[in-house]
Antibody, heavy 119, light 108 residues
Framework: EVQLVESGGGLVQPGGSLRLSCAAS????????MNWVRQAPGKGLEWVSYISSSSSTIYYADSVKGRFTISRDNAKNSLYLQMNSLRAEDTAVYYC????????????WGQGTMVTVSS | DIQMTQSPSSLSASVGDRVTITCQAS??????LNWYQQKPGKAPKLLIY???NLETGVPSRFSGSGSGTDFTFTISSLQPEDIATYYC??????????FGPGTKVDIK
């Protein structure tokens, strides 16, 4: 079964750090570009970051640039998001999503992990 | 940056009704537009890619059209399981992506 499973969410104080993980299974993870997308409570979807299959190309939304770092380990079929200097406005469900191989759309999504930034 | 708007922000329709959602881009994005469905508490699901192509396994009552700045998403006959929020997504400036604000669809 094709699957993405996020983990690592939780409650963190403003200014703190958190590392999210996304475990892939059922497909050739190393061939796919990956993304993080977040959704604040009751709000819409916001693209956060992109990483190419070989990690050679990385992009961030302006809202997280300089604070978040995306990475991957193809040997472990895993995607990561290191989040530093967290702010209240980073509170959201964070989804990992794969970029489809032949079309520019997110075809596989994880179930999401909740990050709450609060004192 | 390209901005996306959707209308309406919410709608209520009866089972069997035809439902239409529009998405507008702030500049020409050709056909670089996708549509997603998100049910409450669930991850989004890809329905339409490249403005008008139906993702494999998605019911044919869903369709999309448009190019340039104006796009339309249609449910030809609304079903109870279609209750969800629908988002458009543009990818004119790869690999950056922008989602529209969403349209919530309810049953009347």
């Amino acid at each position: 079964e094709v699957q993405l499973v996020e983990s690592g969410g939780g409650l963190v104080q403003p200014g703190g750090s958190l590392r999210l993980s996304c475990a892939a299974s059922g497909f050739t993870f190393s061939s796919y570009s990956m993304n993080w997308v977040r959704q604040a409570p009751g709000k819409g979807l916001e693209w956060v970051s992109y990483i190419s299959s070989s990690s050679s190309t990385i992009y961030y939304a302006d809202s997280v640039k300089g604070r978040f770092t995306i990475s991957r380990d193809n040997a472990k079929n895993s995607l990561y998001l290191q989040m530093n200097s967290l702010r209240a406005e980073d509170t959201a469900v964070y989804y990992c999503a794969s970029l489809a191989y032949v079309v520019n759309a997110f075809d596989i999504w994880g179930q999401g992990t909740m990050v709450t930034v609060s004192s | 940056d390209i901005q996306m708007t959707q209308s309406p922000s919410s709608l209520s329709a009866s089972v069997g009704d035809r439902v239409t959602i529009t998405c507008q881009a702030s500049q020409d994005i050709s056909n670089y537009l996708n549509w997603y469905q998100q049910k409450p508490g669930k991850a989004p699901k890809l329905l339409i890619y490249d403005a008008s192509n139906l993702e494999t396994g998605v019911p044919s009552r869903f369709s999309g059209s448009g190019s340039g700045t104006d796009f339309t998403f249609t449910i030809s006959s609304l079903q109870p399981e279609d209750i969800a929020t629908y988002y458009c997504q543009q990818y004119d400036n790869l690999p950056r992506f922008t989602f529209g604000p969403g349209t919530k669809v309810d049953i009347k």
